[in-house]
């Protein structure tokens, strides 16, 4: 399976030592040249450690950039000019992801709705930690923790949705054939 990633859930799940599961739960994670500049280019200016380890794992072949040809660059263009929160990044892996015919993962509310609208499958950062538990490569108090070690770094969620998702977690009962 592969899928497309915006730059939030590579640093996210890089902050908090879990960007394995990407490479557990997907044979490729794809990303546009625009995501790569936004979290490896200037995240290595800026000095952030997340930046590092995407890097590595683009070196290891389990990342794969993109680049968009000159017709999906102008339509990115004329996304971003009718809709100003829609950010360089996300409107290039939105667009990569509809190319790909595959999923995207994104956290940003705008991005995702746009690419709903366009009738792409968008899950976000807790989605993995989620599919992960699911699929046994975590187990109930590593997703646990995950989660928590998400907001305690910033990761900005709904008090409402982060008890929901914790609640759901203590009631996870694994079984041997789950899968998404």
């Not at 908090?16 to 546009?32: A, E, M, Q, T």
């Not at 709705?113 to 968008?122: H, R, S």
């Not at 969620?157 to 079984?175: D, G, N, Y």
Request: aromatic share 6%; glycine share 6%; hydrophobic share 45%.
């Amino acid at each position: 399976m592969l899928a497309v990633s915006n730059s939030s859930p590579l640093i996210w799940l890089s902050k908090i030592g879990r960007i394995n599961l990407l490479k557990s739960l997907y044979d490729k994670v794809y990303i546009p040249e625009e995501v790569y500049r936004e979290v490896v280019t200037r995240g290595l200016k800026e000095g952030f450690s997340d930046a590092l380890i995407v890097k590595e794992c683009i070196k290891q072949g389990w990342i794969k950039v993109s680049r968009l040809n000159e017709e999906e660059v102008e339509l990115c263009r004329r996304i971003m000019e009718h809709a100003a929160e829609i950010h360089h990044g996300e409107a290039q892996a939105i667009l990569l992801a509809r190319k790909m015919d595959t999923l995207l993962l994104m956290d940003e509310s705008c991005g995702r709705t746009l690419a709903e609208a366009w009738g792409l499958k968008v899950k976000g950062t807790i989605y993995v930690i989620m599919k992960a538990l699911r699929e046994g490569l975590m187990d109930k108090n590593e997703a646990r923790e995950a989660v928590v070690s998400l907001v305690n770094k910033g990761f900005r969620i709904e008090p409402k949705m982060l008890t929901r998702i914790l609640r759901e977690i203590e009631r996870f009962v694994p079984s041997h054939s789950a899968k998404d």
